[in-house]
């Protein structure tokens, strides 16, 4: 559940901080790639020499979030360590050296009247991003508003509240260290939810709006907000394995997408077996993913198979509802289903998909094809786990979040994503005749 809640009547006035906003994106738009590049690196350097300041406010929340009863998924998705930080500075480099989206061409052409025609990338202006508990998403944020020449406003949540104070200082430091605007990294996180909401109501003066949490936070916004919305998705993601698969490679696979991170949107929440792999498959794959802490919401036929095998713990086994089907657990439970062939697996997932990432594991060309084809989600993972649903394993460097709508951008959304365009009419003197 969103913790900002509904809409309210609360009013605050952030029209100073988006105007400083609007002012340091202009600064932005008119700074070369190498600018924008120094400006990376010292927030990277700088993540990593204030490491100290960082962790220590990350485990005030940390120890706030477990008096509070947060789930493990949650927790792990709030939780920074020295390894973590090390992987979010080099994320930060990543993104310098990717090139540069602002100026790209994207068509251009010369009319028969002399015109010269293009069609140029350029900033958005000033983004705004509302998302939970992960101070992770407030550096790749930043990094991929900078690199695509705009200023960001954040609002992260308050179960993230001390560290993404710290690092939003620690960025705007290193902003001032460089010369820019530190005003290109801005938060409302001090007015807690009446600041959510008047991101919500800052039409003109935030240009893109862009949720990212679950499907209370990702629904409140898309629903109430007067500024344009790029709608992120929940990651109901599934892993179906086809008559004929490579047993241990989809084991593996389910193991990955299901346990190798719990608290993300790209980890698989649902497994559907073929039947004629149900008998030989199951036991292996249930035993590995019990021992490893899972609860397993069966169907019947899954059920019967587990309670059949004394390897697997009986503990962890409860029987799937119709509502288990539609959960994006983040946390360490997965539903199962035994299907009659691909049709019945094709069909569950368009019945219950959130559109983010689906997996299948084949031999069969035909069945990869038709997977691939009769679904309709952001990605689409052939003999491959759904954690490769992620903008820097796909190239993209950071990810501002994984989008499952269909205008603009879709899937992971880095700098290209964050950018409009603008068309250049060139002529010499030229009238419509």
Known sequence: MWEHGPMSEEIVDISTLTADSRAAARVLAAASTTVKNQALEAIARAVAEREEEILAANAQDLQRGRKSGMSEGLLDRLALDEARLHSIASAVREVAALPDPVGRVLRGSNTEIGLRVTQVAVPMGVVGMIYEARPNVTIDAAALALKSGNAVILRGGSAAKKSNEAIIRVMRDALTGVGLPPALVATVDPWGRAGANAMMRARGAIDVLIPRGGAGLINAVVENSKVPVIETGTGNCHVYVDSGA?????????????????????????????????????????????????????????????????????????????????????????????????????????????????????????????FRTELDSAAIA????????????????????????????????????????????????????
């Open 246 to 370: 490579d047993l241990g490679a989809a084991e593996n696979i389910i193991m990955n997408a299901k346990t190798q991170r719990i608290g993300v949107c790209n980890a698989a929440e649902t497994l559907l077996v073929h039947a004629d792999e149900a008998d030989s498959f199951l036991p292996r794959a249930l035993t590995r993913l019990t021992t490893a802490g899972v609860r397993i919401h069966g169907c019947p036929r899954t059920l019967q198979i587990a309670r059949a095998d004394a390897t697997i713990d009986q503990d962890l086994l409860v029987e799937a509802t119709e509502d288990d089907w539609a959960t994006e657990y983040l946390d360490m439970d997965l539903a199962v289903r035994v299907v009659d062939d691909i049709d019945q697996a094709i069909d569950h997932i368009r019945t219950w998909s959130s559109g983010h990432t689906e997996a299948i594991c084949t031999r069969s060309i035909a069945s990869a094809n038709r």
């Open 382 to 433: 052939i003999n491959a786990s759904t954690r490769f649903m992620d903008g820097g394993q796909v190239g993209l460097g950071a990810e501002i979040g994984i989008s499952t709508q269909k205008l603009h951008a879709r899937g992971p959304m880095g700098l290209e994503e964050l950018t409009t365009s603008t068309w250049i009419i060139e002529g010499e003197g030229t009238v419509r005749p």
